[in-house]
């Protein structure tokens, strides 16, 4: 049987062939379908965890428990899910654990390049990386063969363009694994120093015999071509470079394909050394296998030539590769452009939020009263943008909380009466709680402004613990921000409508002025949630309009400035009537309500 298949579909029906019977997650692009697309089988169990680090411990829970599990995420997640990633390298697993992480190379949808390889090293577990949709779903399957042959977690690693991207995939049916039997073993999973001592030398002896596994396995092959031009690479990269050599070099060309990105075998990358006179090396972001290569004593040619920043591409690689003489770059320079020529002709079109959303008044009143926003992860980053450009810092999830409460302290008192942090209500739950705690418990005075739009917006409408429903829709319990920030300890806590912005704007100005900490939550539905009732479009009497501009200021997509006359495009207005609420004049009009 055949499907053509997102990387991250084939990921899922690997899982799902494989006989996984628990799958957890937390929503983040390029990672977010493979859980969706588990969630469609009904023989497996799957839930959107509150973050990353839930997520993997409740999967390692149930492979020791006994049952093949997955857990996936985005490589900023990986970090979150750190801690009790590095321990279940000591305690290892019972049933197969897989651990998928997608990469954001270009920072399509991310706030950093990292490469997640490192963790593999850092954390002596394997990692495969496929180089397309058949490899996603039939690495997932052998995946889980290594799992339980080694006893440990198996990373798997993709990228945007992997996650992303569509190819055939040849799949089976369904494997039927037990659950295997649990045995009490505290010497093994409880990490005390005595046990976790005795559990370091077994990781030691077990990436040796992973490094020896890695030197037959088929995951690895070899590609042997006559020109003695010889390449090590794995994952995209791999394509980019067959497609940089096709036609009369393709044959002649030899390529270490390496499936298994760690561990990295010394012997099989000498062998291959050895059979070329010419070896590149070519991976994006940090030259990982390049330095394994030289720490091995390999003369190799690799990010002298190659960017460690950013996507590679094939017209990337023969210029720098393949027609070095005449058309290659100085990659020392950082400001020379890599992208094909025909990128930098398009237009530039900014990411904006959508016409409707409730964030837009937020944003339009914080900019209003000149306030230093520490911002969090979500589509309401977009607040930044120009013409609102209403927040200052952005770092991490749940880090606008925290870091308000640093500023409060480091600069005073007054300082938080200008200071606000905003949150999204799914970033709250993820990693929000926590700085909150801080605040009151430090006796912080800040105001933290949650964003509570009833969905995870940014990563496509998933649903979380605060939403009431679970990852199949069905209804789930429902925490309640209000008496979440009672129980925590916060006194003021203010319900208001961000597209009301005179009530809005109130609250904002009390809060800050208040001498103990503060929560507002803004609330209002996401524009784009299935049965948003919204108004009709709104109406513009130019004969009214004074050409202040003042509409503009929200920077909504439905209002343009066409030779002088504001113009409303029908299409894209939601009738949410923040431009009516600042117009001086009246000359915008609101027109009823319609279901949708």
Known sequence: ??????????????????????????????????????????EIYCEWSPNEKVA???????????????????????????????????????????????????????????????????????????????ECRDYVVRAFEISEEFDCPVIIRLVTRIAHSRSIVEYGDRAEVELKPYTKNPGKYVMMPAMARLRHVVVEKRMQLLTDYSMQSALNKVETGTNGTGFITSGISYQYVK??????????????????????????????????????????????????????????????????????????????????????????????????????????????LCPGCPHRGAFYVLNKLKLTVSGDIGCYTLGAMPPLQAMDSCICMGASISMAHG????????????????????????????????IVYNKGCSTVIILDNGITGMTGHQHHPASGFNIRGEPAGKVDFEKLAAAIGVKRIKVADPLK????????????????????????????????????PVKIVNQDCKKCKLCLKFGCPALADEGGQIRNDDSLCTGCGLCMQVCKNGSIKMAGIENE
């Open 407 to 438: 500023i409060e302290k480091a600069r005073g008192r007054e300082s938080s009466r200008k200071t606000v942090s905003v949150i999204g209500d799914s970033t709250f739950i993820h990693s929000g709680i926590t700085g909150l705690i801080d």
């Open 56 to 134: 993997l411990e409740v999967a390692l829970g149930s492979a020791i428990a006994g049952a093949r599990s997955i857990c996936s995420m985005k490589h900023v997640g990986l970090n979150v899910a750190a801690d009790p990633l590095f321990t279940s390298s000591y305690t290892g697993i019972n049933a197969g654990l897989v651990i998928v992480v997608a990469d954001d190379p270009d920072m399509h949808s991310s706030q950093n390049e990292q490469d997640s390889r490192h963790y593999a090293r850092a954390a002596k577990l394997p990692m495969l990386e496929p180089s397309d949709s058949q």
């Open 243 to 352: 497609e940089a050599v096709s036609g009369t070099n393709a044959e002649h060309s030899s390529f270490l394909k390496l499936g298994m990105v760690y561990p990295i075998s010394k012997k099989l990358m000498k062998d291959f050394a050895a059979s070329v006179n010419e070896l590149f090396i070519v991976e994006e972001l940090d030259p990982f296998i390049e330095d394994y290569a030289r720490q091995f004593g390999i003369p190799v040619k690799g990010k002298e030539l190659l960017p460690i920043t950013g996507e590679l591409s094939s017209s990337i690689i023969k210029k720098q590769l393949l027609n070095r003489s005449s058309e290659s770059i100085n990659i020392s320079d950082p400001s020379t452009p890599l992208a094909d020529n025909y990128i930098s002709d398009l237009p530039v079109r900014p990411p904006v």
């Open 501 to 536: 912005i005179k009530e809005f704007e109130k609250i904002v100005r009390e809060e800050i002025e208040a001498d103990e900490a503060s929560v507002i939550i803004a609330r209002s539905p996401c524009v784009l949630l299935k049965g948003y009732r919204r108004s009709k």
């Open 1 to 42: 049987m055949k499907k053509l298949l997102l990387g991250n579909e084939a990921v899922a029906l690997g899982a799902f062939e494989a006989g996984v019977t628990v799958a957890t997650a937390y929503p983040g692009t390029p990672s977010t379908e493979i859980t969706e697309a588990l969630a469609k089988f009904k």
